[in-house]
C-alpha cells in the first residue's frame, strides 16, 4: 500500500478555507493540526488493519486519515454537512487508490438526502436532528474504505455496513458525554474505544467511587466499559485552540454488573444519588423509592450504609439498590387481573 500523508497545520487551514469553513463553538470545532497526536491516538486505540471503526466528528479528516493509515475501515457519522462533503474528495486526495464510489442512501432505507448548503446561521443555532446522507469510498477490490454518514450522532441508531469494533473519536465537547454514552449503548459490537475529551471531562470519565471528580458519567460509563485516563494532550494542537487542554480516555467494553435489573433502572438511581450530591442516599433516593423508608430499606438490602453518599458508591452499588428497589415494587397488574 502506497503511504498515506496525514495533514498538517498549513493544509488544515488551506482545506478550510477553501471549503470557507470557520469553525463553531456551537459545534466543538477544534481540529487537530499535529500528526503526532494523530497517530498516538490510533496507536493507543489499538487499531487493527481491516478492523472496522467508528468515528464520531471527523471534521477536517485529521484523524480519519490517521485510522485510514493503520488500515481501519471508517465509518464517519458528521453533523456539519460542509464538513461531511469535504471528507472524500480530503481522504480521496491523501489515500491512493480510493475513489468516491457511490452516494448510497439504498443501503439504508428511511433515510434521505440532506440540503447540502450550510444555513448561514449554523454557527449560532443548536444542531437539529437531521436525515442522513451516506457516501462511500471504495478502494480498487470494492472495499468500503471509508463511509460518511451525515447526521447528528446523537441520533443515529445504525450504521451502515458491518458493525464497529471500536470507537475512535476526537470528541465534540459540547456533547461529548452524551455521544460516548449512546454510542456504548446502541452499538454493543464496540469493544474498546479512544476518546479526546476536555481533560476535566476526562476525570470524570475515569474517577473511583470516593475521588472528588466522581459522578453520573463516571458511573454510568461504568456500567460499559472500563475507563482510562491515558495522556494529556495541550491546546496548542487545535486550531482554533481552545480554552483548556484535553486528555485522552481509553475504554474497555465489560458485561453489565447485574443481569437482573435493566440498564434504565440503574441510571434512574445514579441520576437521583447525584442529583443532591451532599445528601445520604436514603433520602436521595425517597423520590425514586417512594418514600425514605423505602429507600433506607433498599440501600441495606443492597449491603450498603444508608448514610453514605452517591458519591462513595460504585455502579455495583448502584445496581444493587436498583434490584432491591425492585423487589420491594409491587408487580403491576395484568390486563384482565384486579387490583387489590
Ligand atoms: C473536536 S472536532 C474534531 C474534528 C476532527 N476529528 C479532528 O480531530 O480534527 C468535533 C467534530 O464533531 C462534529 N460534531 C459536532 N457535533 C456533532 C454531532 N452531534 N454529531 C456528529 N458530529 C458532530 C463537528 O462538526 C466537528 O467536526
Not at 453520573?216 to 495541550?234: D, F
Request: glycine share 8%.
Amino acid at each position: 500500500m502506497s503511504a498515506i500523508t496525514l495533514l498538517g497545520p498549513a493544509e488544515i487551514r488551506a482545506l478550510a478555507e477553501r471549503a470557507g469553513v470557520r469553525p463553531t463553538k456551537t459545534l466543538g470545532q477544534n481540529f487537530v493540526l499535529d500528526a503526532g497526536t494523530v497517530r498516538k491516538i490510533v496507536r493507543q486505540a489499538d487499531v487493527v488493519a481491516g478492523e472496522r471503526v467508528v468515528e464520531v466528528g471527523p471534521g477536517l479528516g485529521s484523524l480519519t486519515l490517521g485510522l485510514l493509515e493503520a488500515g481501519a475501515d471508517v465509518v464517519a457519522v458528521e453533523i456539519d454537512p460542509v464538513l461531511a462533503r469535504l471528507l472524500p474528495q480530503t481522504v480521496a486526495a491523501h489515500v491512493p487508490g480510493l475513489t468516491v464510489a457511490d452516494a448510497d442512501e439504498s443501503r439504508l432505507a428511511g433515510l434521505s438526502v440532506v440540503d447540502e448548503s450550510r444555513p448561514a446561521d449554523l454557527a449560532d443555532t443548536a444542531p437539529h436532528p437531521a436525515p442522513s446522507r451516506t457516501v462511500v469510498l471504495r478502494d480498487a477490490d470494492g472495499r468500503a474504505r471509508l463511509t460518511v454518514v451525515t447526521q447528528d450522532a446523537l441520533t443515529v441508531t445504525a450504521l451502515p455496513g458491518p458493525p464497529p469494533t471500536a470507537l475512535v473519536a476526537n470528541l465534540p465537547y459540547n456533547v461529548s458525554v452524551p455521544v460516548l454514552l449512546t454510542f456504548l449503548e446502541r452499538f454493543d459490537s464496540l469493544e474498546r474505544g479512544l476518546v479526546m475529551v476536555q481533560a476535566e471531562v476526562a476525570d470524570r470519565l475515569a474517577a473511583p467511587p470516593g475521588s472528588r471528580t466522581y459522578g453520573i458519567p463516571s458511573a454510568k460509563v461504568a456500567w460499559y466499559a472500563s475507563a482510562r485516563r491515558t495522556a494529556t494532550v495541550g491546546r496548542a494542537v487545535f486550531w482554533p485552540a481552545p480554552h483548556v487542554d484535553s486528555a485522552l480516555v481509553r475504554l474497555d467494553r465489560r458485561e453489565p454488573p447485574a443481569a437482573t435489573v435493566s440498564r434504565q433502572d440503574v441510571f434512574a438511581v445514579v441520576d437521583a444519588a447525584f442529583a443532591q450530591r451532599r445528601k445520604m442516599l436514603r433520602s436521595a433516593l425517597a423520590g425514586v423509592a417512594g418514600s425514605s423508608a423505602a429507600a433506607e430499606q433498599a440501600v441495606r438490602a443492597a449491603g450498603l450504609d444508608p448514610q453514605v453518599r452517591g458519591e462513595q458508591v460504585d455502579v455495583v452499588g448502584f445496581a444493587r439498590i436498583a434490584e432491591a428497589l425492585g423487589a420491594a415494587r409491587p408487580a403491576t397488574p395484568g390486563p384482565g387481573t384486579v387490583a387489590p
